[in-house]
Structures are given as structure tokens and as C-alpha cells.
């Protein structure tokens, strides 16, 4: 069965960096989009940034510039490097798979039907 297993979450002062990683399996991971969620106490869970089989990526607007994501289709892993961080940043993580490989449209949740458990990621100022 898929499963998705992420690691990496942890408590940082504003400005550090994490780095959060995705471990796949039980399908073809090379067939599918994936990304990254955060969802913050008492707010809905947003996408944050997302990548295609080939590696296109796409980021959310607060996020460009200082979130990399990144995919390993050999290694069915899927990484979010976060820089910068800020006490906004803080939430739980989740690692997903999309239904299909590619979208030209703005993703929604029912775009994705795995999920990981999450990681929390709090960020202090």
C-alpha cells in the first residue's frame, strides 16, 4: 500500500533553517506530483509548494525565495529545504501525493489522495 513518511520537523529561532524529507512507497513514484502542506493551528491546510515528475516546481506566494523542494525519483524521496524561517512558517507539515503527474490548473485537496502523518515545524522569534 502507499505510504508516505516524513522526518525532519523540529523547533528553530526565526531566521534558521530546516530540512524536511518524504519517504515514499507502494507505488511508481515517478508517475505522480507531489508537495508539501502546512497547516497552522485553527487554519485550513494550504499547499506550499509542489513538484512534477520532471521537477517543475511550484511555490506559495509567501514561501518563493526562501523554500526549495525537491524530488529523488530513484530514491523515492521528496525534501523541503526551508531558509529564512519565520514564527509565521510554524505549523504541521505534510508530505502528499497528487492523483495525477501534471496540472495546469491551481491544485486543491482533493488533488491529493495520500498523505503522510505530518511533522510540526515551530519556528520562535
Known amino acids: 500500500q502507499v505510504q508516505l513518511v516524513e522526518s525532519g520537523g523540529g523547533s528553530v529561532l526565526a531566521g534558521g533553517s530546516l530540512r524536511l524529507s518524504c519517504a515514499a512507497s507502494g507505488y511508481i513514484v515517478h508517475n505522480y506530483a507531489m508537495a508539501w502542506f502546512r497547516q497552522a493551528p485553527g487554519k485550513e491546510r494550504e499547499e506550499v509548494a509542489f513538484?512534477?515528475?520532471?521537477?517543475?516546481?511550484l511555490y506559495e506566494d509567501s514561501v518563493k525565495g526562501r523554500f526549495t523542494i525537491s524530488r529523488d525519483n530513484a530514491k523515492k524521496t521528496l525534501d523541503l529545504k526551508m531558509n529564512s524561517l519565520k514564527p509565521e512558517d510554524t505549523g504541521m507539515y505534510f508530505c502528499a501525493r497528487a492523483r495525477s503527474g501534471y496540472y495546469y490548473r491551481r491544485r486543491t485537496l482533493d488533488d491529493y489522495n495520500y498523505w503522510g502523518q505530518g511533522t510540526q515545524v515551530t519556528v520562535s522569534s
Open positions: 513538484i512534477e515528475p520532471g521537477g517543475r516546481a
